[in-house]
């Protein structure tokens, strides 16, 4: 069985003479298999080249013919050009081409014409589709796994058909990153148009609209100075995400909207992706505090006897992986056991339904600070459930129309609203509505409370200045 390719420039006569003479061969005898590739006359030079020099080949016109071993695979074998495979047919089969110059110039002609309008319906398609574009950093965190299956749920981003999805990790291998999109594919996910692969930085976030950061650089100072420790993890998430932050401002889309989440540094990450992405507007950036959120409302959800979800209107404030304070000033507590109840929908204060103040002002705090780090204790994993669960209700609150009830606690920046200093990203009360968030204005501020937040704010600024 012969199987042979014939590639050449659309408008070349010759290689719609050789065409000519391989459909002929291809009618008559039934072993004899031909493989065309026509190439538009402005990228014939490149691709021949290429093409040579894969195969180690010599050759320099239209057309170029090569035969390929059906069942071994391999190197094609170089037959040579348009006299080289009507040698070879005449030689090996007897059958020959006898087209008139007229008939050659005729179909080059159609050739080129019919190449370009496939090339102008493929632009045309290519435009048409103009997928989502989302791009997940620090792609082989464990998180990723949990959350990649999550980002493709019906609803969560509406209008929109088709996803590309490009992952990217600076510090993990490409064959790893080539065995997650591989399992990504393995999905079958209709609105999935294309997963990429980055290792190559220099071309991070081309074309975003939506960006989820999970890096969480660990310590490697070997200085047994704690805050020597710090302060040189610091410096490189300074140095990491200042680069991030000018690939934002040059290669994704001016709208796009970017959420940063993990254990350290939230807020000093966020606040340096903003900064470093000047054409952005900074409401285009968040920091994720839902995570933290949710674990305080299962700590008070125990306490009262209460399913988590019972619990809302839990507001965090602050250093999201740092100095950070539960607000309950707003809480509320439905179905709860109590003296009182009411029809569906009925809900208590918190604030009037714990009567253990001590337990509230000591143990609390603590056991939500220590909340996560048991849990990865136990599991010796991230915590990617509720990592994954917290990126999810904010994606769907910001591209959805959400209550203008439901308060979330989110890192934003702040344009000195309730004292706290303009320009940093703090953990604060915000709702969402048409698709923005802004920040809830009618949260009591007591003097006690802003002791605590200016607290927060100290250590953050404390934070920004070790990363200058």
């Known amino acids: 069985m012969a199987k042979f390719v014939l590639a050449g420039k659309a408008d070349c006569p010759y290689y719609a003479k050789a ?38 080949w010599e050759h320099s016109s239209s057309p170029i013919v090569w035969r390929e071993l059906i069942d071994r695979g ?37 050739n080129r014409q019919t190449k370009e309008l496939c090339i102008e319906e493929e632009i045309h398609r290519q435009t048409s589709l103009r997928p989502l574009h ?64 980055h290792s190559d930085q220099t071309k991070a976030f081309q074309e975003a609209h939506f960006i989820i950061f999970l890096d969480d650089l660990q310590p490697m100072c070997e200085s047994n100075d704690v805050q020597d420790d710090k302060d040189h993890t610091v410096s490189r998430v300074a140095e990491r995400l200042r680069c991030y932050g000018q690939l934002i401002e040059a290669n994704a889309q001016k709208d796009v909207r970017v959420i940063v989440a993990g254990d350290s540094f939230v807020n000093l990450k966020c606040s340096l992706l903003i900064e470093n992405a ?20 299962t700590q008070l959800a125990q306490k009262l006897s209460v399913k988590t979800a019972d619990i809302t209107n839990v507001i965090v404030w602050g250093n999201i992986s740092g100095s950070f304070h539960i607000d ?21 204060q918190v604030m009037e339904m714990i009567y253990d103040w001590k337990w509230l ?89 802003r002791q605590k937040l200016n607290a927060c704010a100290d250590e953050l600024k404390m934070e920004r200045d070790t990363a200058a």
């Not at 969560?156 to 590309?164: A, D, K, M, Q, V």
């Not at 490009?166 to 996910?189: I, N, P, R, V």
């Not at 000047?278 to 409302?297: C, G, I, R």
């Not at 200093?421 to 009360?429: D, K, Y």
Request: some cysteine.
């Open 278 to 297: 000047p054409s952005v507007d900074p409401h285009n950036f968040v920091a994720m505090t839902t995570q933290l959120e949710y674990e305080a409302k």
């Open 74 to 110: 391999g190197k094609g074998l170089l037959l040579g050009g348009f006299s080289d495979f009507l040698e070879h047919a005449q030689g090996y089969y007897g059958i020959t081409s006898d087209m008139n110059s007229d008939l050659m110039l005729n179909i080059s002609a159609e």
């Open 134 to 197: 989302i791009w997940i950093s620090s792609a082989l965190n464990p998180i990723c796994y949990s959350l990649i299956p999550q980002l493709f749920s019906p609803g969560l981003f509406p209008g929109l058909p088709t996803f590309s999805l490009h992952l990217m990790d600076a510090d993990g291998s490409e064959e790893m990153l080539q065995g997650l999109k591989m399992e990504t594919e393995d999905l079958a996910l209709h609105r999935l148009h294309e997963v990429t692969v």
């Open 361 to 449: 002002q000591t143990d609390f705090m603590s056991v939500v600070h220590k909340h996560r780090t048991t849990i990865s204790s136990k599991t010796n994993k991230a915590t990617a459930i509720s990592t994954t669960n917290g990126i999810m209700t904010i994606l769907k609150a910001w591209n959805n129309d959400a209550s203008p009830e439901d308060v979330f606690s989110l890192g934003v920046i702040s344009t000195g609203q309730f004292g706290i200093p303009a320009g940093l990203v703090f953990s604060m009360p915000v709702s969402f509505r048409d698709g923005c968030w802004s920040v809830c204005s009618d949260v009591t501020v007591t003097d006690e409370l």
């Open 328 to 348: 309950l000033q707003r809480a509320k507590v439905f179905r709860y056991d109590g003296a009182i109840w009411g029809p569906d929908g009925f809900s208590q």
């Open 19 to 56: 065409e000519f003479l391989a459909d002929v061969l291809q009618r008559n005898l039934p072993d004899f298999h031909i493989h065309k590739i026509c190439v538009h006359p402005s990228d014939w030079e490149k691709w021949l080249e290429d093409a040579c020099a894969s195969n180690g």
